[in-house]
């Protein structure tokens, strides 16, 4: 399984951006997709994780209200939608795939290459 993220950048604080994960998985469906993110001198933090038919959705207490994550199974195809960006957003973010929609980075299997987002102040 191969996980491809992308939509990362430079952008201003209170700007958007929406980062994109798409996965070879044949059993996308069936798996939970998670956002991570790894900032400047930090260890890997959970952002936000979708379970495989959506009734389950999680976020981290800096990602609510601001982000949101979604899923096309049909595009084989995980969504973080970033809204009002914050200098303190900038970091590397990864997407992952595993069996539930943990906020622990152990529990999921596979792992992107990371995209790196940078919200200048």
């Known amino acids: 399984v191969q996980l491809q993220a992308s939509g990362g950048g430079l952008v201003q604080a209170g700007a958007s951006l929406t980062l994109t994960c798409t996965s070879t998985?044949?059993?996308?469906?069936?798996?939970?997709m998670g956002w991570f993110r790894q900032g400047p001198g930090k260890e890997r933090e959970f952002v936000a994780a979708?379970?495989?038919?959506?009734?389950?959705?999680y976020y981290s207490d800096s990602a609510k209200g601001r982000f949101t994550i979604s899923r096309d199974n049909a595009k084989n195809t995980v969504y973080l939608q970033m809204n009002s960006l914050k200098p303190e957003d900038t970091a590397v973010y990864y997407c992952?795939?595993?069996?539930?929609?943990?906020?622990?980075?152990?529990?999921?299997?596979?792992w992107g290459q990371g995209t790196q987002v940078t919200v200048s102040s």
């Open positions: 992952a795939s595993g069996d539930l929609p943990a906020e622990t980075s152990r529990m999921y299997d596979y």
């Open positions: 979708i379970s495989w038919y959506v009734e389950n959705i």
């Open positions: 998985d044949d059993s996308f469906r069936d798996h939970s």
